[in-house]
């Protein structure tokens, strides 16, 4: 079993960066491909980024791409998100979580599990 806690989020101005965190515990990390989705109020859970296990695949929502690079430290069992240019319809919740079922890089969320408790972004001028 995994335990997801995200961190890194933040009140932001349009155009400004943010790097988000997500810390994993537990023995199945290294081998676990691993997501970003956002959900905002009002609107269902979007798919953001992926990232395989050993960091050869990974894929971006067509919203985010150019400007958000997935990344994991294995040795930190830590996965990142690196969002540039940061746009008011940025502003959700953003959480991690392990894939356990579907092909690599999925986009559908009921292919992941452990999900972590979310960090919130705030884009606002």
């Known amino acids: 079993q995994v335990q997801l806690v995200e961190s890194g989020g933040g009140l932001v101005q349009p155009g400004d960066s943010l790097t988000l965190s997500c810390a994993a515990s537990?023995?199945?990390?290294?081998?676990?491909?691993m997501g970003w989705f956002r959900q905002a109020p009002g609107k269902e859970r979007e798919f953001v980024a992926a990232?395989?296990?050993?960091?050869?695949?990974?894929d971006y929502a067509n919203s985010v791409k150019g400007r958000f690079t997935i990344s994991r430290d294995n040795a930190k069992n830590t996965v990142y998100l690196q969002m540039n240019g940061l746009k008011p319809e940025d502003t959700a919740l953003y959480s991690c979580?392990?894939?356990?079922?579907?092909?690599?890089?999925?986009?559908?969320?009921?292919?992941?599990?452990?999900w972590g408790q979310g960090t919130q972004v705030t884009v606002s001028s």
């Open positions: 990232v395989s296990w050993s960091s050869f695949n990974k």
């Open positions: 979580a392990r894939r356990t079922s579907g092909p690599v890089l999925s986009r559908i969320s009921r292919n992941y599990d452990s």
């Open positions: 537990g023995r199945t990390f290294r081998t676990s491909d």
